[in-house]
C-alpha cells in the first residue's frame, strides 16, 4: 500500500498563494527528493505533512488514513510514524539539554515510561555512529556534521515509517556529506524507511532518490524517476536546474542554458505558464495555461516540453 | 609577468585560549597577482576565516601574529597604523560577506546605505545617489532608481548578495575578498553570482580572492587555487593542475568527494574518514597524516614543506620527494 499520497495540497497565508496545488505519492521504502529554488514552497510542502504548516485545501493520507487538518492531540500518535529532520541542524537542538536527553526526548513525550532511556541513547548514538560519551555533550560542542547526527538519531528514536528531511546536507563539508548520506541510505536500507528529502544541491538528489519532482512556485512542474529526470529532462525549468550545476572541473564543458531573472512574486502570479517569462524556450501560446500530463510514471507541466 | 598585488609570505596566526595557543595558520604563503581571481579551499576549520580577517586586521583579541607579513602592494598591513589600515579597508581591499540576509542594515534604504558608504568621495548627494544606481543597474537589478528607495527585507537573498557586491565594488577596490558568498544561495543564483563577478571583473579589473568549499564554483571561477587544510596550504596551483593532476592527498580525496564528480548512482560515496587535528595540541609531522592512506613512515616525523614541482603547481607532501629532486 502506498505509505503517503498527497493530493492537491494548498496552502495560503493571507493573499500569499504558497502551494497550489501539490500532488505526490511515496510507496514504503522509498526516497523521494523535492527540488527547486528557494521559495518555490519545498519546505511548505513537509511541514504541511507533518502538520507544522497550514494546509486549507488538499489531502495528505498516511498509510490510507486522512491526516490533514488534525488536532495537535490527535497527530501525536502518529509523530512516532512521521519523523522531521530540520534544516537547521544546530538550531533545532535545545541548546540546554544534553545530546542524551534530546536523542531520547521523544519516548519521553510519546509517553514510553518502559524504556530505558540510558541504554536508547547508547544504542541511537552507536546507530549513527556517534561515539557513547556524547550522550553528555550539549549541542554547542558539536560540529555541524555531527549535530546533523544527532538529528539523525532523533529522527530515528521511535522507528518512524517516513522521515521527512528538510536540506540534509546544507552547510555541510563534502566529505561530511558523504558520511551523512551513507548513514541516510544505511539506515534506510536496514530499516525500511521511506524518506521525503528536499534539497537544492541536484549532486546530492542523483545518489540518494529514486524518484524526484521538481517545484515551481509551489506547484510540480516535472516529476519522475532520478533517472529518467537527470537523463532526460522534460521541462525546460527542470532543464536549467540541472545545468546550473558547478562541475568541479575546469575543462567542463557548460551548455549551460541561462536562467534568466527571478522567481515571479507569489502575489501576483504571472497568467498562463507561469515560468513564461524566464524561459529561454518559451513559445507564443505559452500565454495559455498548462495543465499537469501524468503518463508513464513521469509527470509534466509544460506546453512546449522539450524531446 | 604581472604585479604582485598581495603577498601572504610565511604567515602564522595564534588564537589564546583558555587551552593554550591553538594555532589557526601556520606558514601560510601564497600571493594574488593584480587582477587575478584565485580561489581558496578547504573545509571547516581549515582556518579561510583567520586569512582574511588577518589580511583586513580585523582579528580577534586574542589572536597573535606570531610570524611573517601580509604585503599589500608591498607594504606590510600588520605593520601599518590603525588610521592607514582603515583608510585601505573598503578602498583598496573590499569584502562581500557570506550571508547576505545580514550584511545590510535592515532600518536604513539600500540607497542610503550606497550614498553612506561613499563617505570618503566629495562627491555631492546627487551625484553619490546616481553612481549608486548605476553600481545596482550593473550588477543587474532592474528599474535602479525606483529601488534604491527599497529597504533590504524587500530584496530577495540573491538580489541582496548583488547588492552586497555592488557595495563592494563602489570605491574600485584592487582586491576583492568574497567569503563564501554563494553559500547560502541555491544553485541557480550561484551561477548568476559567479557569471556576475566574472563580468564585473573584467569591467572593473580587480583580483579576487574567492573563498568556497564548493569546488565546483572554484573550478568555474578561479584561475588559481590555494587548498588549505588544518591551517596550513597544502597545496596551490593552476586551477586545471590542481583538478586534473592533484598532487597531495587531501585534494585528491577531496575531490573524489564531489557528488558532482560522480555520474552514475552510488550505493556509498566517497569520504574522507577521521577528523581535524586538534590545532592546540597538534600531533608531530604532516597534519593529514592521519586520515592519509598513503602515510609513509617519514609523515610522522617531518612536517612536509610545500615545494615546487612544476612552474605553476606547489604541494606539501613526502610522496612527490622523488619528483622534487629528480
Given at each position: 500500500m502506498t505509505l503517503l499520497e498527497v493530493n492537491n495540497l494548498q496552502t495560503s497565508y493571507g493573499a500569499v498563494n504558497v502551494l497550489a496545488g501539490v500532488s505526490f505519492s511515496v510507496e514504503p521504502g522509498e526516497t523521494y527528493a523535492l527540488v527547486g529554488e528557494s521559495g518555490s514552497g519545498k519546505t511548505t510542502v513537509i511541514r504541511a505533512i507533518a502538520g507544522l504548516a497550514p494546509a486549507q485545501e488538499g489531502s495528505v493520507k498516511f498509510d490510507g488514513q486522512e491526516i490533514r487538518g488534525l488536532s495537535e492531540r490527535a497527530m501525536r500518535p502518529l509523530r512516532k510514524d512521521i519523523a522531521m529532520m530540520f534544516q537547521d541542524p544546530v538550531g533545532s537542538?535545545?541548546?540546554?539539554?544534553?545530546i542524551g536527553s534530546l536523542i531520547t526526548e521523544p519516548y519521553r513525550i510519546q509517553g514510553m515510561?518502559?524504556?530505558d532511556l540510558g541504554a536508547e541513547a547508547k544504542r541511537l548514538l552507536e546507530m549513527v555512529n556517534l561515539p557513547v560519551h556524547f550522550a553528555d555533550r550539549y549541542p554547542y560542542q558539536l560540529s555541524g556534521g555531527q549535530a546533523r547526527r544527532v538529528g539523525v538519531a532523533r529522527a530515528l528514536a521511535l522507528e518512524p515509517k517516513l522521515i521527512l528531511a528538510d536540506e540534509p546536507t546544507a552547510g555541510l563539508d563534502v566529505s561530511v556529506q558523504g558520511e551523512l548520506l551513507n548513514l541516510m541510505n544505511d539506515l534506510r536500507e536496514k530499516l525500511g524507511l521511506a524518506m521525503v528529502i528536499i534539497t537544492h544541491n541536484l549532486n546530492v538528489v542523483r545518489h540518494v532518490a529514486d524518484r524526484m519532482g521538481i517545484m515551481y512556485l509551489g506547484r510540480l512542474v516535472e516529476e519522475g524517476t532520478t533517472e529518467a529526470i537527470f537523463s532526460e529532462p522534460r521541462n525546460p525549468y527542470t532543464r536549467c536546474l540541472l545545468s546550473a550545476n558547478p562541475e568541479p572541473d575546469p575543462d567542463a564543458r557548460l551548455d549551460r542554458i541561462a536562467l534568466k531573472g527571478e522567481p515571479p512574486s507569489l502575489l501576483k502570479r504571472p497568467e498562463g505558464c507561469e515560468f513564461r517569462e524566464r524561459c529561454p524556450f518559451a513559445k507564443d501560446f505559452c500565454i495559455q495555461t498548462p495543465s499537469w500530463d501524468f503518463t508513464n510514471n513521469r509527470g509534466i507541466r509544460c506546453l512546449a516540453p522539450l524531446s | 609577468m604581472t604585479e604582485t598585488l598581495l603577498e601572504i609570505d610565511h604567515l602564522s596566526v595564534d588564537y589564546e585560549t583558555a587551552r593554550g595557543n591553538l594555532q589557526a595558520l601556520r606558514d601560510i604563503t601564497f600571493n594574488v597577482k593584480k587582477g587575478e581571481i584565485v580561489g581558496i579551499v578547504g573545509e571547516s576549520g581549515c582556518g579561510k576565516s583567520t586569512l582574511i580577517s588577518s589580511i583586513l586586521r580585523l582579528?580577534?583579541?586574542?589572536?597573535?601574529?606570531?610570524q611573517g607579513e601580509v604585503r599589500f602592494k608591498g607594504s606590510n598591513l600588520l605593520q601599518l597604523s590603525e588610521r592607514n589600515m582603515r583608510d585601505l579597508r573598503g578602498d583598496d581591499i573590499s569584502i562581500v560577506f557570506q550571508d547576505p540576509m545580514q550584511t545590510h542594515n535592515p532600518v536604513l534604504s539600500i540607497g542610503r546605505q550606497m550614498v553612506d558608504i561613499q563617505h570618503r568621495s566629495k562627491a555631492s548627494k546627487s551625484e553619490k545617489l546616481s553612481k549608486a544606481a548605476h553600481m545596482l543597474g550593473a550588477v543587474g537589478i532592474p528599474d535602479p532608481e525606483a529601488r534604491?528607495?527599497?529597504?533590504?527585507?524587500?530584496?530577495?537573498g540573491g538580489m541582496r548578495q548583488r547588492i552586497a557586491i555592488a557595495m563592494a565594488l563602489m570605491s574600485e577596490p584592487d582586491l576583492l575578498i568574497a567569503d563564501?558568498?554563494?553559500?547560502?544561495?541555491d544553485a541557480t543564483l550561484e551561477v548568476q553570482i559567479i557569471e556576475r563577478l566574472q563580468k564585473l571583473q573584467q569591467e572593473f579589473h580587480c583580483a579576487i580572492l574567492f573563498i568556497s568549499h564548493h569546488l565546483g564554483v572554484i573550478a568555474e571561477l578561479c584561475d588559481r587555487v590555494v587548498v588549505m587544510y588544518a591551517g596550513a596550504v597544502v597545496e596551490s596551483g593552476d586551477v586545471r593542475e590542481i583538478f586534473h593532476n592533484p598532487k597531495h592527498p587531501y585534494t585528491r580525496r577531496l575531490i573524489d568527494c564531489d557528488p558532482g564528480h560522480i555520474k552514475e548512482r552510488a550505493r556509498v560515496l566517497p569520504t574522507i574518514p577521521g577528523e581535524v587535528p586538534d590545532l592546540a595540541n597538534l600531533p608531530g609531522g604532516c597534519i593529514f597524516r592521519d586520515r592519509c592512506d598513503q602515510a609513509l613512515p617519514q609523515c610522522a616525523v617531518d612536517v612536509p614543506p610545500l615545494e615546487q614541482l612544476t612552474a605553476g603547481h606547489q604541494a606539501a607532501c613526502w610522496l612527490n620527494q622523488e619528483e622534487v629532486h629528480a
Open positions: 537542538l535545545s541548546p540546554r539539554l544534553t515510561k518502559d524504556r | 582579528t580577534a583579541p586574542n589572536t597573535r601574529f606570531r534604491l528607495k527599497q529597504f533590504p527585507h524587500e530584496f530577495s563564501e558568498p554563494t553559500t547560502a544561495l
